[in-house]
């Protein structure tokens, strides 16, 4: 039942809100809860589609760049997020989630040092980012960097990252 009424709004809504004359607003929100609900089910290509569609309509869903970054990562094309989550970035300078996005899709392609500098980023800007020093410190041990790579995962436990404590404790080392 619940897929046979998200059919019925993906395959007719863009005609009813036409035929109606909604305005703007109405269609973009409209466009944004298709985007929402393609991302869920996991139609990400539709879900960038109708994110692009309901920001060009009405600009107040400045989200939409790290939600489209988003659905690029869950359909694994990493590369294609990135201008996205720079887009956001260009919008909210001091976001600590585009740095922080910014930064895992660099990690997820491999580019560890540039991943490490988005990291840095967000520490800047909240030195208590205790997922940020978490990932400088897996990307320090991709790189073999061991005691940048501890330095960085005792700051993570000493903010209360449990699953790190534990791995600290496992490997004798005390933060």
């Known amino acids: ?32 809860n298709i985007a929402l609900s393609s991302d869920k089910i996991g139609n990400y290509e539709r879900a960038v589609e109708y994110f692009l569609k309901a920001y060009k309509l009405d600009t107040n869903y400045n989200d939409v760049y ?6 690029y990562c869950k359909a694994l094309r990493y590369s294609e997020a990135l201008p996205y989550f720079e887009k956001h970035l260009k919008m909210f300078p001091d976001s ?17 040092e540039k991943a490490i500098q988005y990291y840095e980023k967000t520490v800047a800007i909240d030195p208590n980012h205790k997922t940020a020093y978490r990932n400088m410190g897996n990307s ?28 600290l404790r496992a490997n004798d080392e005390k933060w």
């Open 1 to 32: 039942m619940k897929y046979l009424v998200l059919s019925f709004l993906f395959v007719f809504t863009p005609f009813l809100v036409k035929s109606q004359g909604a305005d703007d607003k109405q269609t973009a929100l409209i466009y944004y």
């Open 66 to 71: 790290n939600r489209i970054g988003n659905s």
């Open 140 to 167: 320090y041990f991709k790189i073999n960097n061991k005691e940048k790579y501890l330095e960085f995962f005792k700051k993570a436990a000493q903010l209360g990252d449990y699953e790190i404590q534990n791995w």
């Open 96 to 112: 600590t989630e585009s740095y922080m996005n910014i930064g895992n899709t660099y990690y997820v392609l491999g580019e560890y």
